[in-house]
């Protein structure tokens, strides 16, 4: 284990480099999380995990107590490092095109802490040629510094099980650098896919847009049967069952988060926007709230009704409310009824009502995440229910 050295997670206390740094830990290597949120590093040493990780408290407590993970907001411990994984991407702005200020700026921030003979790996997703420009930023620093592209393709919620299972992509410009990361992800990963850099970027962009596209044009069948008074339900147990080649179509629903439409957009960016797929998946995902506000409004006149929305997650089982479509939705039914209640079983946010009064006090029901506790809900006589995704039970055609 001396011989990989100590890793550093910048941007560890967040949803990716925190499992990643409890995996690191709970085999062997000491670990240190860098991070500027002060709240989230006191709950991680206190053993409480600040999210929802399926398995990682009992893994946080355990390498606690072995003394493998530290977390602070001081980076003069950087220069102990063999590894240093940064936990920073690149973003889309208000304009959708990428931004790489985020990245630089960390970088900038803890120049002065890092030394030549380290290996920086990128973990989270990266605009196509953000390998090579980082590369370029250590070489005109003076530092030798390999830089390699490791992009995470996990399940959020799933970290921990899904880093084991599943391939790992490893990428660097330098074979060196490369058998380094094969090595560090060894620790807990057995298969690897090792492409070239910027290989490994669309990798991760192309994944990513390849849910999203699937989800659209399920979104767009879900309106066209819907716009014609029919039950997609129906339509889709007929287009799957027994039929291997459409057993892959997923179900309608709000396709949002952190990761989808931002990496779509990303490679529409990276195409110089000759992606006209992408922009049409973006058109139909992020219409799908408007199209349920709409489907509300012509049933009926909602002005003074009261609508409750069911789920602020942007997925199923998920705490994680980033970027979610409900607050699109909740915004838009403020504007168009009388009152707008919201709920969700895993969300921290200050306007959460119970579920029993939402469900009591509403007219209108929209069903916003497919949370599990939703499928077996009683829904009171006399509600209008909006369910993309045939989550409720008294939706179920199965």
């Known amino acids: 284990m ?44 206190a053993g409480q995990m600040p999210f929802a990780e399926l398995g990682a408290e009992e893994v946080l407590q355990r390498v606690l107590k072995r003394g493998t993970l530290n977390a602070t907001t001081d980076a003069t411990f950087l220069k102990n490092c063999g590894f240093v994984v940064c936990i920073v991407g690149t973003p889309v702005d208000e304009h959708m095109n990428p931004s790489f200020d985020g990245i630089l700026r960390v970088l900038r921030q803890y120049q002065a802490h890092f030394r030549s003979g380290q290996t920086l790996v990128l973990r989270s997703t990266v605009f196509p040629g953000s390998s090579a420009r980082i590369q370029r930023f250590f070489r005109d620093a003076g530092l030798d510094i390999g830089v390699a592209c490791c992009p995470e393709r996990v399940a959020q919620g799933h ?56 989800f659209a044009a399920a979104n767009q069948f879900y309106m066209i049967a819907r716009e014609n008074g029919l039950d997609f339900e129906r339509i889709l147990h007929g287009c799957r069952y027994n039929y291997p080649r459409m057993s892959g179509m997923p179900g309608p629903g709000f396709a949002a988060g952190p990761c989808l439409v931002k990496d779509t957009m990303q490679l529409a960016a990276f195409s110089h926007h000759s992606f006209p797929l992408g922009h049409a998946a973006m058109l139909v995902n992020e219409g799908l709230p408007a199209f349920l506000v709409s489907e509300a409004r012509r049933d009926a006149d909602i002005s003074r009704a009261t609508a409750g929305v069911l789920g602020l997650a942007f997925k199923g089982g998920s705490d994680d409310n980033r970027d979610s479509l409900s607050y699109k939705l909740i915004k838009m039914l403020q504007f168009v009824t009388g009152r707008v209640l919201r709920t969700d079983p895993f969300v921290q946010d200050p306007e959460v009502l119970p579920l029993g009064r939402v469900l009591e006090e509403s007219d209108l029901l929209f069903v916003a995440t ?3 506790a939703y499928r077996t809900l009683r829904i009171p006589k006399g509600k209008r229910v909006y369910d993309p995704w045939n989550c409720l039970p008294h939706h179920d055609h199965s």
């Open 159 to 214: 970290s921990l099980r899904e880093c084991r299972e599943l391939p790992q992509i490893i990428s660097a410009f330098d074979p060196e650098t490369l058998a380094k990361v094969r090595a560090l992800f060894s620790l807990f990963a057995s298969d690897f896919i090792e492409l070239e850099p910027m290989e490994a970027e669309l990798c991760k962009l192309m994944t990513n847009s390849w849910r999203y596209l699937q």
């Open 370 to 372: 497919p949370h599990e």
């Open 2 to 45: 001396e011989s990989l050295g100590e890793v550093a997670v910048i941007g560890g206390a967040g949803r990716v480099g925190l499992p990643l740094a409890l995996l690191f830990a709970d085999h062997g290597l000491k670990t240190t999380i860098l991070d500027l949120e002060q709240g989230k590093l006191d709950r991680i040493l």
